[in-house]
């Protein structure tokens, strides 16, 4: 919960020239970005433009080459250590789920919180229930992922990340492997979720989940950050060329 | 355009019966037109004239039970070789007094198999810590001896089927962990660890296993210093756990890199380092999709013992080619290689049938 009387907000994610190549090709440039705690940023942009590499940076599942990110006040660089501690503290969810299909849902939450925070299993199951019942499928605990629907597998995907207790939570584009029929289940959880206070970074084009919860939307094009608004502004009036067609182009239709 | 719209949900039905019993099976599979029908009895004729004089080779002009080949009058397979020789086949020379000690060894392996195959029996774990710590332990106290007034026996005297399984269950219980562990380092992503593993996979899997055992037990000699002496068993099991261990390498590599990179980044994402996501999310995953591969190179191995005769060790098939060499057993030959095949086969199928079902039991999809 935040405090209304916080003078000076604390950051959370914070990004100083960030620079990234794949071989030869200039995927981030020059990217700069500060998440206050409990912000709800929402990115979008064209395919290719880096939004994806931009949060897996923040926890490490790709390394920046130069400039700065700065998580939960711990600096990601070579060390180890620094690796670790920041992915404790920041969730990741994926575009195709990515749960261990040999494990049951209950196991699957469990896992981590065991053998990171080596937290014992009675109390780690509890939890995980607490988090299955928070995203509403309590009674499939004991199923394998392949057992489930996508937007199952997706809801448990984000109560695994839950049960490690994160600061921080990554959203890599959750709805786009999904059946329409199955998206509002997983922005319903997403919706509640920020509504909890967490921290979030959502790399998403569902327009209507942007516009009820983000604080900023951020539009990226070609590896760079071109726009930055709240959701009303950045729809209604968006102020680069790019930012236009771009809209026109997944809301025309 | 046309369409034929339902206006009530319909009712799920029960699949079309299919035909059912022998008779409706064989109409079905075997006499399904005059070109089947004659391919069927063609088959199933020539099966016959086959089989039939060797079961009454094998089986009922047989002769099983006696003292020397004096005992073998009705022409048909003199099974009194195999059963003559039976102590020798089971454990070489193992000394006769001491025979109890390789049959108490077999009936613990037995019973710690069952304990884990069969589905049920209860503290798996702890039988699992047994099967891998104190058996290989209490086996090598009692098979060995020279200790608890047991006394001694060199492993010259080992032989047989003893040996045949001595070899492989080491080389299969300790080329695994060190094949996961090279796969491991040739997917490494340091060039020094990448670097050792791929020169060790390379240079084993490209020599023959008859030269790994020669030079174990030839060349291993002349390198090491004057009077030190390894244990000539000793050093075939080294050879071979290296060479084994090689080929699963490669095995396992194939299923690591069936494994999606979501994985991966899954288990990096929720912060496990990389032993704990190789231990619990990659490898399970991996091990899985190579459990045919993995049987394979087993049962491969299980055959492959056999060549540890020409450094002088005498296995199964050795001591049944001594044996039918012997001038009083002149002629047995294929009484002794069938037996060989048969116990061969008895393994290895059982490996194949087990292996399959640890296959279904870790099935997690529909």
């Given at each position: 919960m935040e405090t209304a009387t916080q003078t000076k907000p604390e950051i959370a994610v914070s990004l100083r020239d960030v620079n990234k190549w794949y071989g030869e090709f200039h995927v981030l440039k020059n990217v700069n970005l500060d998440v206050e705690r409990g912000q709800r940023i929402v990115i979008c942009g064209p395919s290719g433009s880096g939004k994806s590499t931009m949060i897996r940076c923040i926890n490490r599942l790709e390394e920046h080459q130069a400039g700065q990110i700065i998580v939960d006040g711990i600096e990601l660089n070579n060390d180890l250590k620094n690796i670790d501690q920041i992915r404790r503290e920041v969730g990741m969810v994926f575009q195709h789920f990515n749960l261990f299909p040999h494990l049951t849902v209950l196991e699957n939450c469990c896992l981590a919180p065991m053998w990171v925070r080596k937290i014992p299993r009675k109390e780690a199951e509890a939890t995980a229930m607490e988090y299955l019942e928070r995203v509403k499928i309590p009674h499939q605990a004991k199923k394998f992922p392949g057992q489930l629907s996508g937007g199952q597998q997706q809801r448990v995907a984000i109560a695994r990340s839950l049960c490690m207790k994160p600061r921080i939570m990554l959203f890599d584009e959750p709805t786009s492997a999904l059946d329409p029929e199955m998206i509002k289940e997983v922005l319903d959880t997403m919706i509640e979720l920020a509504e909890s206070g967490m921290t979030m970074l959502c790399v998403t084009h569902e327009m209507g989940f942007a516009k009820t919860v983000a604080d900023s939307v951020i539009f990226m094009d070609a590896g760079q950050i071109i726009e930055m608004n709240t959701p009303d502004e950045f729809f209604n009036h968006p102020q680069h060329e790019r930012s236009k067609l771009f809209l026109s182009q997944i809301l025309g239709h | 355009?046309?369409?034929?719209?339902?206006?009530?949900?319909?009712?799920?039905?029960?699949?079309?019966?299919?035909?059912?019993?022998?008779?409706?099976?064989?109409?079905?599979?075997?006499?399904?037109?005059?070109?089947?029908?004659?391919?069927?009895?063609?088959?199933?004729?020539?099966?016959?004239?086959?089989?039939?004089?060797f079961i009454n080779w094998a089986f009922i002009k047989a002769d099983w039970i006696g003292t020397s080949r004096d005992d073998c009058t009705s022409g048909g397979a003199c099974w009194v070789?195999?059963?003559?020789?039976?102590?020798?086949?089971?454990?070489?020379?193992?000394?006769?007094?001491?025979?109890?000690?390789?049959?108490?060894?077999?009936?613990?392996?037995?019973?710690?198999?069952?304990?884990?195959?069969?589905?049920?029996?209860?503290?798996?774990?702890?039988?699992?810590?047994?099967?891998?710590?104190?058996?290989?332990?209490?086996?090598?106290?009692?098979?060995?001896?020279?200790?608890?007034?047991?006394?001694?026996?060199?492993?010259?005297?080992?032989?047989?089927?003893?040996?045949?399984?001595?070899?492989?269950?080491?080389?299969?219980?300790?080329?695994?962990?060190?094949?996961?562990?090279?796969?491991?380092?040739?997917?490494?992503?340091m060039p020094i660890v990448k670097a050792i593993c791929v020169v060790f996979i390379e240079v084993w899997r490209g020599v023959p296993l008859i030269t790994v055992?020669?030079?174990?037990?030839?060349?291993?000699?002349?390198?090491?210093?004057?009077?030190?002496?390894?244990?000539?068993?000793?050093?075939?099991?080294?050879?071979?756990?290296?060479?084994?261990?090689?080929?699963?390498?490669?095995?396992?590599?194939?299923?690591?890199?069936?494994?999606?990179?979501?994985?991966?980044?899954?288990?990096?994402?929720?912060?496990?380092?990389?032993?704990?996501?190789?231990?619990?999310?990659?490898?399970?995953?991996?091990?899985?999709?190579?459990?045919?591969?993995?049987?394979?190179?087993?049962?491969?191995?299980?055959?492959?013992?056999?060549?540890?005769?020409?450094?002088?060790?005498?296995?199964?098939?050795?001591?049944?080619?001594?044996?039918?060499?012997?001038?009083?057993?002149?002629?047995?030959?294929?009484?002794?290689?069938?037996?060989?095949?048969?116990?061969?086969?008895?393994?290895?199928?059982?490996?194949?049938?087990?292996?399959?079902?640890?296959?279904?039991?870790?099935?997690?999809?529909?």
């Open positions: - | 355009m046309q369409a034929f719209i339902t206006r009530e949900t319909l009712p799920s039905l029960p699949p079309p019966s299919t035909l059912k019993g022998p008779i409706a099976w064989m109409r079905q599979n075997l006499f399904s037109s005059v070109g089947n029908s004659i391919v069927t009895v063609v088959l199933v004729l020539g099966i016959l004239a086959a089989l039939i004089p070789f195999v059963y003559v020789h039976l102590k020798l086949f089971m454990v070489g020379l193992y000394p006769e007094s001491e025979v109890w000690r390789t049959i108490l060894v077999g009936a613990i392996l037995v019973v710690t198999m069952a304990g884990l195959m069969i589905k049920g029996v209860p503290f798996k774990k702890y039988i699992q810590i047994f099967a891998l710590i104190a058996f290989p332990i209490i086996a090598f106290i009692l098979l060995s001896g020279g200790a608890f007034g047991l006394p001694h026996v060199e492993t010259n005297f080992w032989g047989g089927l003893l040996l045949t399984l001595v070899i492989a269950i080491v080389g299969i219980v300790a080329a695994f962990p060190l094949g996961i562990l090279l796969a491991l380092g040739r997917r490494s992503s055992l020669f030079m174990s037990s030839v060349m291993l000699p002349l390198f090491l210093p004057e009077g030190m002496e390894i244990d000539k068993l000793l050093r075939a099991l080294v050879g071979i756990t290296l060479f084994q261990s090689a080929y699963l390498a490669e095995v396992v590599r194939s299923g690591l890199q069936a494994i999606p990179k979501g994985q991966y980044e899954a288990a990096n994402a929720l912060g496990l380092t990389y032993w704990q996501g190789m231990y619990k999310v990659i490898l399970p995953q991996a091990l899985k999709i190579v459990i045919p591969g993995i049987v394979n190179s087993f049962i491969s191995l299980f055959k492959d013992t056999s060549l540890v005769l020409i450094i002088g060790l005498f296995d199964l098939l050795a001591t049944i080619q001594g044996a039918f060499a012997s001038p009083k057993w002149l002629g047995y030959a294929i009484e002794g290689y069938l037996f060989a095949a048969l116990v061969y086969w008895v393994f290895c199928f059982g490996m194949s049938r087990y292996s399959q079902r640890v296959e279904r039991s870790l099935k997690t999809t529909h």
